[in-house]
């Protein structure tokens, strides 16, 4: 079963998404903050992460950036949600290999097709 | 209800509860409403429970319970279970099970009693928590399904700002759509416009799209338009597809889209067979894109609506100048569309070009006020004669200035007659101060001029054109123009030949 880390610190948006990914097979880890986010990546590398930008502590940003740093052989996708409004954030997603943006309000069914493609990848392939 | 939420209850916790009243500890087993075990703790004991329970399923146990604290069952190996139902809304969701020494009756241990109100209050708890998690799992499942309506709407809106009522709009929803809900066609079907845009995010190759998109258009949207609610047809043997998409396998959701009263048009998504049933869900979303898309239609209709009045209306007043004087019948319309040429040839932009669309066309509306003698005169004009036509420009401005939209073409218009070094009218303007447009109208008012038919002389050819052209390049034009002009002549543009203009022969340099 493939384990997906939702890292968003409003806890119905972490609901949503636990219970929709769970109905489609996935095992759901959640995290309130980019901290708590860094430390579960760490302590075991999801197959995908899926994150919030707009947190307290360690942001969105901060947590994709040193996730980048940390594991530069990372494997697995990073999604970031990003307003639809909000164009900026979009420049540094596009920089770094392998995270991509959902917009905010997010789309349940558009993550996990998103993720459905993304995991269809070979395995152990850097993901770029 | 289902197990879900019996599954996401901590029993850890109930578990301690349970030994805190018993004075010691004792195992706890959580079943199901079907007897499957959902939990039990770790102790040897439970295990033991666990395979005694087992073992008792398969004697016929058929959980008896007549109200109290728990019910009683012996157990082979010297224990007595203890079991009660955990009821949500009185239907049994599960049964909480433990299970103490055997004693006789008459002889029952003092912990007893203590027992059984402890697993009445755990079962009443239980039961609370578990419709709480499903009345959660509603809510949540609701706010997913708001989610993806948002979604949709502000994608709706986001496209709707970005490409405004374009013709690729409709193209660009669809697609949005298709990639968002992962379907393999979406498709808006209008047959009373012959209009269909498709977008595809196939997940299995379809080679006969043409013709399922004429079924959609065809028998499908019919049914729609009959039915006039959303239809769902999911199984293969359906026995609607003996009137719509026979022998397509595909699963289909269609919305009729409703133009004021009428449906004339449809939103269609068609899945593989291999994939999920389109359901409720999918139904309400359809039914929130088409309600978009038939505001969008409606709103598309009233811009083409109006850009036609401009259209005729402009004709029209084209029309009444030219009706004056027929040796002018179609110049505005040529002039028109040269500098349209030469416009896009200078890559302007859509504003400039859409000025330079109204201004080329109503440049001679002034012509209006001139006293017919004077206009078609087949003669020389005196000098009182000229003046007359040297009003025009300005007569232009003054009538349509009343037209708001039209505030940013006026100056191409009201311009058109000046010269570049300054001798022309209405204002004496110099080079650059000239307005582009106006430079622009004037190359092309030139050019049809000389090679157009008057009251007092044949139309001259296009070389005698371009030779007068040149010639007064600098002078009267702009040379700028005038060389961009040259160069768009070379390829011989098709107007040559449209606007039937006179050629000399070429000369004869093959020999």
Request: charged share 25%; with cysteine; proline share 5%.
């Amino acid at each position: 079963m493939k384990t997906v880390l939702i890292v968003d610190d409003e806890p119905h948006v972490a609901r949503v998404l636990k219970l929709t990914l769970e109905r489609a097979g996935y095992r759901v880890l959640t995290a309130p903050d980019g901290e708590a986010g860094l430390a579960a990546v760490l302590a075991a590398p999801p197959d995908a992460l899926v994150s919030d930008i707009q947190m307290p502590r360690m942001d969105g940003r901060a947590l994709v950036q040193a996730v980048c740093r940390e594991l530069p052989q990372r494997s697995f996708p990073i999604f970031v949600m990003t307003s639809m409004t909000a164009r900026e954030e979009r420049d540094w997603v596009r920089q770094l290999p392998g995270v991509q943006f959902l917009e905010k309000p997010l789309s349940p069914r558009q993550l996990i097709a998103e993720l459905a493609r993304a995991l269809a990848a070979p395995a152990g392939e850097p993901h770029v | 209800m289902s197990d879900a939420a019996l599954h996401e209850v901590a029993f850890a916790r109930y578990h301690r509860w349970l030994a805190r009243a018993a004075g010691t500890t004792v195992p706890l087993v959580v079943c199901n409403a079907a007897g499957e075990l959902v939990w039990c703790d770790e102790s040897e004991a439970a295990t033991a429970l666990v395979q005694a329970m087992l073992d008792l399923r398969h004697t016929g146990f058929d959980w008896a319970f007549a109200g109290g604290g728990f019910a009683t069952q012996p157990l082979p190996v010297e224990q007595t279970l203890l079991y009660r139902p955990i009821a949500v809304a009185d239907v049994p969701a599960g049964w909480l099970a433990t299970c103490v020494p055997a004693f006789a009756a008459g002889a029952e241990p003092a912990t007893l009693d203590a027992l059984a109100e402890c697993f009445e209050d755990m079962a009443a708890s239980i039961a609370d928590e578990c419709r709480l998690k499903t009345d959660l799992n509603g809510m949540t499942e609701e706010l997913a399904e708001r989610y993806e309506e948002l979604h949709m709407v502000y994608g709706v809106d986001q496209h709707v700002r970005e490409h405004g009522h374009q013709e690729e709009l409709f193209g660009r929803l669809l697609e949005s759509c298709a990639q968002h809900l992962d379907i393999d066609v979406v498709a808006f079907v209008r047959p009373a416009k012959n209009q269909c845009v498709s977008a595809e995010q196939l997940s299995a190759p379809i080679h006969n799209l043409d013709l399922v998109l004429v079924e959609l258009r065809g028998d499908l949207f019919r049914f729609v338009q009959a039915t006039r609610d959303a239809v769902i047809i999911n199984a293969a043997d359906d026995p609607r597809r003996a009137y719509v998409l026979t022998d397509m396998p595909y699963k289909v959701l269609a919305c009729p889209v409703r133009c004021t009263d009428q449906i004339d048009a449809a939103l269609v998504l068609l899945n593989h067979a291999h994939k999920h049933d389109f359901t409720n869900g999918d139904r309400r979303l359809a039914e929130v894109l088409a309600n978009q898309l038939s505001s969008l239609t409606q709103t598309v209709s009233l811009i083409q609506q109006l850009a036609g009045f401009n259209q005729q209306m402009a004709a029209a007043l084209v029309e009444a100048v030219e009706a004056k004087d027929p040796y002018t019948r179609g110049h505005s319309e040529r002039v028109h569309h040269i500098a349209m040429d030469i416009g896009r040839a200078l890559n302007l932009s859509d504003r400039d070009l859409e000025n330079l669309f109204w201004g080329s066309l109503l440049h001679d509306v002034g012509k209006i006020g001139i006293p017919d003698a004077v206009l078609c005169k087949p003669a020389r004009l005196t000098a009182d004669e000229y003046a007359f036509i040297k009003v025009h420009p300005e007569r232009s401005y003054e009538i349509l200035r009343h037209i708001e939209y039209l505030a940013d073409a006026l100056p191409g218009a009201r311009h058109h007659q000046e010269m570049w070094d300054g001798g022309g009218y209405p204002h004496g303007l110099k080079g650059d101060h000239i307005p582009l447009a106006a430079r622009i109208i004037a190359v092309a008012d030139t050019y049809d001029s000389i090679t157009s038919s008057r009251a007092y002389r044949a139309g001259r050819s296009h070389e005698e054109a371009m030779r007068e052209i040149n010639r007064v390049s600098g002078k009267q034009l702009d040379p700028s123009i005038v060389a961009l002009f040259n160069y768009l002549c070379e390829a011989e543009p098709e107007w040559l030949l449209r606007f039937k203009i006179r050629r000399e022969p070429a000369l004869a340099d093959h020999g």
